[in-house]
């Protein structure tokens, strides 16, 4: 039996400078020099070597708005997204628990994508053999970087949001006896880790910017597509801190779920996994609102091609330091998440004195394949095509595919969750009824500070 590893608390996680000096200098020293080492668990955080959020506010030439639109990104993270942040959570509140144990279970991590190029990372660092349970269409760039972590992949059919499909799968491995299922749309590890973490630290970055003359120092609207519907979770934090913030929820024209009990493939690859996740208090949403999934790809590509980034510059009215670093931290969540932020921004009419905050999940790095199949399909970026792609994406963000989330709405939306997890996943009506009250939700937050106790009981510090 291998020995356990242990990482860093949900406190630590939002506040690194509270690890142990010396193991936050080894951390910060492996970041770049041992990207394997376990130490490594304790880079997971938003925050850099100094402590600060990395985020980078967008320049109005960018989005067309007069409100400030915020971006925290994923990129520095060990694995190159935020999703380790809850694969780290689930696997370490499974662990404490007693439910999972190093050298005698081997840990499946369902996935479209980066909660499964997490688990990859995180499960050989905690000393687990790890199986990803992945479509087959998703890019191959994910394929490539789950072998390099040391973990083993099941295909199945589909792609984005055949999500029924990997349960199956998981259904039928959970039949080996040393099979242990950590289920990123199940698992409120998930919802901890978003709601203490990201929201604490999108709060932070707020009042940071107030200090530089940005903003108010209030969220005015907080921004997420929907996947595992993790991130979105800080919208519940943001709205305790802030009373008037909004938390607005997004998904794939193509995939409309909540929007109309939708269905379909689409391409914004680790959003719209057609159904409605447990963790997800869509009780709590001001508003759903869709966004193309080629318009998120033709975006990307204009920030990513260099002939893109000159029209932007020269053309555009971007500076050469935020066009460079837009074409290095967006991914095409992220840029899904920049036009429907744009979009809140529109249908709310929030003005210069209030800010917008999203999420950059991931970057480039895991799109190269696609990209190479839009410039395959329609065309490598030249002028006339950047223009086009420039006032098509960014500045022409229209108010259509918007639903509020007035009182039956959100009950339509809750309601939705009974054909998965009752009718497929086992769960009962009482449990699923028990969500419509915020204090089931709250009794969740409250765990965080029970499992960094018990964290710092285990560890010895």
Known sequence: ?????????????????????????????????????????????????????????????????????????????????????????????????????????????????????GGAWVGPRMGYASVVVLPEGMSQERFERIAAYGAKVVKTPGSESNVKEIYDACKELARRGEIRVLNQFEAMANYRFHYYVTGNS??????????????????????????????IAAGDRLKQVFTDCRSVGLEPVQCPTLFMNGYGSHDIQGIGDKHVTWIHNVLNMDAVMCIDDLTAKKGLQLLTEPAGREYLTKDGGLSAEQADRLSTILGISGVANILGAIKTAKFYGFGPKETVVTVATDAIDRYPSVMAEMAKQYGAINRPRAAAYFEGTFHGVKLDWVQEGDWLNRQRWHNLKYYTWVEQQGKSVDELNAQRRPEWWEAHQEQVALFDRRLREARGF
């Open 202 to 231: 999108v709060a932070e970055a707020v009042g940071e910017l107030e200090g530089q003359g940005l903003g108010n120092g209030r969220v005015a609207a907080f921004v997420s597509a929907m996947g595992s519907a993790g991130t």
């Open 1 to 117: 039996m291998n020995e356990r590893v242990y990482g860093p608390t949900f406190e630590e996680m939002l506040h690194p400078e509270r690890v142990p000096a010396d193991t936050r200098a080894r951390a910060l020293k492996a970041l770049k020099e041992a990207p394997l080492d376990p130490i490594n668990l304790f880079n997971i955080t938003w925050k850099d070597a100094k402590g600060r959020v990395r985020y980078v506010v967008l320049e109005k030439a960018l989005t067309g708005v007069d409100a400030n639109i915020v971006v925290i990104y994923g990129k520095e993270f060990p694995t190159g997204s935020h999703k380790v942040g809850p694969t780290y959570s689930v696997a370490m509140e499974k662990q404490l628990a007693g439910e999972i144990e190093p050298g005698v279970h081997t840990l499946v991590w369902p996935s479209t994508g980066n909660y499964g190029i």
